[in-house]
């Protein structure tokens, strides 16, 4: 069953996702040759903690970590490792979802370490402008999926594919709630969009096939062609007009409104 949130709901999810916009914008300084994944992770752990956000992935079916660092063919689902050193070239997947007195925001950004090859650039570019135009489509009115044709048909016409074994979510005092958000299809499908609908939209693109292999450790979901791959998200809210982004610190919604 898909939830319709109030006003005062949607507040609550602006106040951590601009927590998270802010912490993301911190990663841009520390996401750096030489540094490892867990010591990023530890790090975001400390901001969560200062900002008293809760993690809703540590704990989630096991999982340890209060993010997922995923690097180069890595789509997802990436585990903070110690021994896992960033180098330059490198492009470093992270995604974050926490709570923030009860309600969450899910945020994901891949960054480029230093000197990275010219299709890696292309293809994290790329990948911004595909979030973007899903997320113009979450307007009232309009079908669930066409923010699914809009993200595949953007990824496409880069060149590039959209892996189709993960997808976007609702969210609001979970971390996963209806409806499931697909990164392909065609428009026209699946439930109207209606004000107060809040939704994480996350395309995975990859410079080669969409198709994916789990790793030995259970979580991280690699290309199976070994082709390089990135992941985007935004935690988005349904209004009468524009989408209103929570994760961009343009999410916040005023007392009167």
Same mark, same amino acid.
């Given at each position: =069953? ?7 709901? *949607?507040?609550? =999810?602006?106040?951590?996702g601009?927590?998270?916009?802010? $912490?993301?914008?911190?990663?841009? $300084?520390? %996401? ?6 867990? #010591? ?22 096991? +999982?340890?970590?209060?993010s /997922?660092i ?16 960033l180098?330059? &070239? ?6 974050v /979802?926490?709570?923030?007195?009860? +309600? /969450?925001?899910?945020?994901?950004r891949?960054? /480029? ?17 595909v ?13 669930l ?18 892996v ?10 979970? =971390? ?9 299809? %065609? ?5 109207? @969009?209606?004000? &107060?609908?809040? @939704? ?5 693109i990859?410079?080669?096939? +969409? #198709?994916?292999? *789990? ?20 935690? %988005? ?12 610190? =343009?999410?916040?919604v005023?007392e009167?409104?």
């Open positions: =069953m898909i939830t319709i949130k109030n006003k005062a709901t *949607i507040r609550k =999810m602006a106040q951590a601009s927590l998270l916009d802010k $912490l993301f914008k911190e990663l841009t $300084l520390r %996401v750096q040759p030489g540094v490892t994944t867990a #010591e990023l992770d530890a790090f975001i752990a400390q901001r969560l903690a200062e900002g008293k956000m809760l993690s809703r992935t540590k704990g989630y079916k096991g +999982y340890q970590h209060v /997922c995923s690097i180069n063919d890595e789509v997802v689902h990436g585990i903070p490792r110690a021994d896992r050193f180098r330059d &070239g490198d492009l470093v997947s992270i995604d /979802c926490a709570s923030l007195n009860g +309600y /969450c925001a899910d945020m994901a891949t960054f /480029c370490v230093g000197n990275v090859i010219s299709l890696a650039r292309q293809l994290n570019d790329a990948a911004q402008q979030l973007d135009k899903g997320i113009e489509q979450a307007r009232e009115g309009n079908h999926s066409d923010i699914s044709a809009a993200i595949q048909q953007e990824a496409e016409k880069h060149g590039f594919a959209v189709r074994d993960f997808a976007g979510h609702g969210i609001g005092k979970n =971390m996963h709630e209806d409806p499931e958000v697909l990164n392909y299809g %065609v428009p026209g499908k699946g439930p109207i @969009l209606r004000a &107060g609908m809040t @939704l994480a939209i996350e395309p995975m990859t410079t080669g096939s +969409y #198709e994916v292999v *789990i790793e030995r450790d259970g979580w991280t979901a690699s290309t199976a062609d070994g082709s390089l791959a990135v992941h985007v998200e935004d935690t %988005v809210a349904i209004t009468d007009g524009q989408p209103l982004i929570l994760t961009r610190g =343009m999410g916040i005023r009167d409104a």
